[in-house]
């Protein structure tokens, strides 16, 4: 199931936490010493950013708001309820934008709901597709995951791009879905299945 280039590793860097590795890409959970590199990405994207996502809260980039964030993540990877990855070069010094897997279902329906982001430098190059398709492999072999879903905002042909580079299907569409920058946003739903990928 795991795709050509995908390896996962163990590396001292990150104490041990276990790496994604492709290409151009490598995906890690994200660590308190990535703080640095996250809020300068954030904020020298911040314009770019925020026409794709919710309100950003007045202490969004401060330290206190990360380690809430990475206390967050950390609960919901023991609960098996989501996991968190930065995106970062091959050399591990460049911070490119993050994916995540949340809102994670067992039982009968074995799924999560994927969201992403890339600093604009680094857009429109093939690297958050590549991302995007380390996570779902991820989900797929080790979670064992059944089906992933992502939604995208009508007129964002970029990441509906990415979606479609990794065989995800449109499967409808959702009036006002999600309250982005303040204004409740239509999008476009998208969900690959384990199976669709060995067709």
């Known amino acids: 199931m795991a795709r050509k280039g995908m390896k996962f590793l163990k590396r001292p ?38 026409m794709r996502e919710p309100l950003w809260l007045p202490d969004e980039l ?10 967050a ?5 023991r609960q098996d309820r989501g996991y968190a990855f930065f995106i970062w070069n ?27 982001w890339i600093g604009e430098d680094f857009s429109n190059q093939g690297m958050m597709s590549e991302a995007v398709g380390l996570l ?20 964002n042909e970029p990441s509906m791009r990415v979606l479609k580079n990794n065989k995800f299907k449109e499967e409808g569409y959702a009036p006002r879905y999600l309250k982005i920058g303040g204004v409740w946003s239509d999008h476009r739903l998208f969900a690959l299945c384990r199976d669709d990928l060995a067709h």
């Open 13 to 50: 860097l990150r104490t041990g936490r276990k790496v994604i590795s492709g290409n151009r890409v490598n995906l890690l959970p994200p660590l308190m010493r990535d703080y640095p590199h996250w809020v300068k990405l954030r904020r020298d994207n911040q314009r770019y950013l925020q």
């Open 62 to 71: 401060t330290r206190r708001s990360f380690r809430l964030r990475l206390r």
């Open 73 to 77: 993540y950390n609960q919901e990877a």
């Open 90 to 116: 091959p050399d591990m010094n460049q911070l490119m934008g993050a994916v995540n897997l949340s809102y994670i279902r067992r039982g009968a329906a074995q799924m999560g709901t994927m969201g992403y």
């Open 136 to 155: 779902c492999d991820f989900a797929f072999t080790t979670l064992s995951l059944h089906r992933i879903e992502a939604a995208c905002m009508v007129d």
